[in-house]
T-cell receptor, first 112, second 115 residues
Framework: GDSVTQMEGPVTLSEEAFLTINCTYTATGYPSLFWYVQYPGEGLQLLLK?????DKGSNKGFEATYRKETTSFHLEKGSVQVSDSAVYFC???????????FGAGTRLAVHP | GAGVSQSPSNKVTEKGKDVELRCDPISGHTALYWYRQRLGQGLEFLIY????????KSGLPSDRFSAERTGESVSTLTIQRTQQEDSAVYLC?????????????FGSGTQLSVL
């Protein structure tokens, strides 16, 4: 069945460092791909999405490109801030409706 | 108006008891989803409602789990004869029509602890 694999955390970075969180997927058909973020004490919220191959989703300085050839959707940010500390979840939609299959999540800790 | 609301926010119960978890989706959202998040793990899909029907309940772990939705609004997830492995955060989400590229709006979850 469909699945999402993302790099294990925690990822610990200094402020202004470059961030990459790897995400690969297995799916039949052409899923939409998402990154969700869970800040401490808050609920999950959508960070960005891409709906077809070569699309780039972007928001708050984060970017991810839908790569069909490598079945990947890696999350990147050029310069992280302390406020980016959170758990990041990669997900795909499956089944023609918005049934999301999530990765296990990657905890990011950014230190001043 | 308000976002997705879940109650209770925390529930502690004894093994073997039944529990009911409630979700109030955003008004007008026809699609509603339940997920489970065990400690340190990703979210597991449980069930999907379109209106009051559940075309996909493939994620319900056992027949101890059931869910219903009424009035194309409130949904209740019921766990019978709770077990310790049921301890998790149960998240509800809604979206306007359930299309595959839509944004899901999540509630803050119910933290269930089974002693």
């Amino acid at each position: 069945g469909d699945s999402v694999t993302q790099m294990e955390g925690p990822v610990t970075l200094s402020e202004e460092a470059f961030l990459t969180i790897n995400c690969t997927y297995t799916a039949t058909g052409y899923p939409s791909l998402f990154w969700y973020v869970q800040y401490p004490g808050e609920g999950l919220q959508l960070l960005l999405k891409a709906t077809k191959a070569d699309d780039k989703g972007s928001n708050k300085g984060f970017e991810a490109t839908y790569r069909k050839e490598t079945t990947s959707f890696h999350l990147e940010k050029g310069s992280v801030q302390v406020s980016d500390s959170a758990v990041y979840f990669c997900a795909l939609s499956s089944g023609g409706y918005n049934k999301l299959i999530f990765g296990a999540g990657t905890r990011l800790a950014v230190h001043p | 108006g308000a976002g997705v609301s879940q109650s209770p926010s925390n529930k502690v119960t004894e093994k073997g008891k039944d529990v009911e978890l409630r979700c109030d989706p955003i008004s007008g959202h026809t699609a509603l989803y339940w997920y489970r998040q065990r400690l340190g793990q990703g979210l597991e899909f449980l069930i999907y409602f379109q209106g009051n029907s559940a075309p996909d309940k493939s994620g319900l772990p056992s027949d101890r789990f059931s869910a219903e939705r009424t009035g194309e609004s409130v949904s209740t997830l019921t766990i019978q004869r709770t077990q310790q492995e049921d301890s998790a955060v149960y998240l509800c989400a809604s979206s306007p029509a359930g299309a595959s590229s839509e944004k899901l709006f999540f509630g803050s979850g119910t933290q269930l602890s089974v002693l």
